[in-house]
């Protein structure tokens, strides 16, 4: 092998990509295309909080599938919007605090995030209660005169713990409280807007929180295209690409075109793909990306699906006996990795069902429990023959490699309390 090899890839350096990091899933874009009404939503919620900073307490909900903009739309709210506008109109500053409830699933967790994190407060010794840990931060703010942008990121993952206590904590955090100023405000992001209804049972509150939604719908192909011609426009050169590759990606993730891929109607996914086929081309030595890059770049990223990263959250809103449905499904594809019959899953589910000391549900409700997760691209089911039968039947299987998924079901039975040691 020759030196020369190297010599093409360092003389040019990228031919392609001019600004990585504009590429990169964590960067906030300078625009948001195809978001301006929902930006400009938010701005409104958060009307009274500009004009008359602590006087009243504004929140907001927003809801929409992965990769749809909801955590970048609200940082580029709070950059551009609300921290401009409150710092020219009252001289007042406001902090970001964002908090990802992966992560930080309990109200103890999520306190201490922000004090640790956002207001450098070392925690305490010994544990302290979220109304003194909310009583901390509240000081804190009210002795530099400064506000907070709470985001709590993903709030759905720690609502299945927590449920009804976590909404009620914050929609009333200013109820007979003793604050001087209303100075943390809160954005709520979830996957569904249901979740959070169905953790209030006050009727009013609950009418209070339907004002205050913002749904992100999920991107069609041609808003897509203007994602990424923008995206483009920023951190690629300009004879690298051309507008017939950035619609074969539009196209592949639109909604309107693709609405059964996990993925559909997701910017992330679009701008991973314009990413990876960039490398493509730059690897292969060229300076113009191609629509076999494209191809090659939807392999590469279908199989990283593979490792779990997209599934893993769509995981995490099934109920619990679709969980228990899925591990029955995930045991007998150990012997069966083909497929397995609906019928035999359900028998299967039944005795899962025991270990796990839980009332099984009805035929009719497995069934649907299925058609849910084949929508939300969890499980395949294809209508084939049965393996030593004369009949026909839905067999179902699943695209992820199912060890994995296994354990990951297994996980989230247990953080729900299930003793999965008899499971496993
Ligand atoms: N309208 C848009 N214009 C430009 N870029 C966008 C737009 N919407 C989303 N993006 C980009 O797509 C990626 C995903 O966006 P974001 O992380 O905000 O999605 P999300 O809805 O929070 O997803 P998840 O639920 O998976 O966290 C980011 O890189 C973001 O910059
Ligand atoms: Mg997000």
Request: charged share 30%; hydrophobic share 35%; with cysteine.
């Amino acid at each position: 092998m020759s030196s020369e090899l190297f010599d093409e890839i360092y003389s040019g350096g990228h031919r392609v990509i001019k600004n990585e990091e504009l590429l990169h899933p964590d960067t906030v874009p300078p625009r948001m295309p195809h978001r301006e009404e929902e930006l400009k939503k938010l701005a409104y919620l958060f009307m009274s909080l500009v004009k008359e900073p602590g006087e009243t307490f504004n929140f907001a909900v927003i809801s929409g599938k992965q990769g749809v903009g909801k955590t970048h739309s609200t940082i580029f709210f709070y950059e551009h919007g609300l921290a401009k506008h409150l710092k020219e109109k009252q001289g007042k500053e406001i902090i970001l605090a964002h908090v990802n409830c992966f992560k930080n699933s309990t109200l103890n967790s999520i306190l201490a995030t922000v004090l640790n994190s956002m207001l450098r407060v070392p925690q305490p010794a010994r544990g302290l209660s979220p109304k003194e840990q909310l009583d901390i931060i509240m000081n804190r703010l009210e002795r530099k005169d400064r506000y907070m942008l709470l985001v709590l990121d993903d709030f759905h993952v720690a609502l299945q713990r927590q449920g009804e206590s976590l909404t009620n904590f914050f929609v009333r955090m200013y109820e007979d409280s003793e604050y001087k100023k209303k100075r943390v405000h809160v954005v709520f992001i979830v996957r569904d807007f249901d979740v959070m209804e169905r953790y209030l049972s006050d009727q009013k509150a609950k009418l209070n929180l339907k004002s205050r939604h913002i749904h992100f719908d999920p991107y069609t192909s041609s808003q897509l295209f203007d994602i990424l011609e923008d995206r483009a426009k920023l951190a690629l050169y300009e004879s690298s690409y051309d507008e017939e590759v950035l619609w074969e990606i539009s196209r592949m993730i639109g909604y309107d075109v693709n609405p059964t891929l996990p993925d559909s109607g997701s910017a992330r996914f679009a701008i991973e793909m314009l990413y990876y086929a960039a490398r493509n081309a730059e690897e292969h030595g060229r300076s113009q990306i191609t629509i076999d890059d494209v191809r090659v770049a939807w392999g590469v990223l279908s199989e990283r699906g593979g490792d779990l990263i997209r599934i893993s959250e769509a995981l995490e809103d099934l109920n619990d006996h679709q969980l228990l449905l899925l591990l029955s499904l995930l045991n007998l594809l150990k012997l069966d990795p083909e497929g397995v019959p609906i019928g035999r899953i359900e028998e299967e589910y039944r005795e899962v069902c025991e270990v796990a000391g839980v009332e099984p549900r009805k035929h009719t409700q497995v069934y649907q429990y299925v058609t849910d997760m084949e929508k939300k691209g969890i499980v395949d089911r294809i209508v084939g023959k049965v393996k030593n039968s004369k009949g026909r039947s839905s067999i179902i299987s699943v695209r992820y490699p199912p060890d994995a998924m296994r354990r990951r079901v297994l996980e989230i039975l247990k953080r729900r309390g299930y003793n999965v040691a008899h499971l496993a």
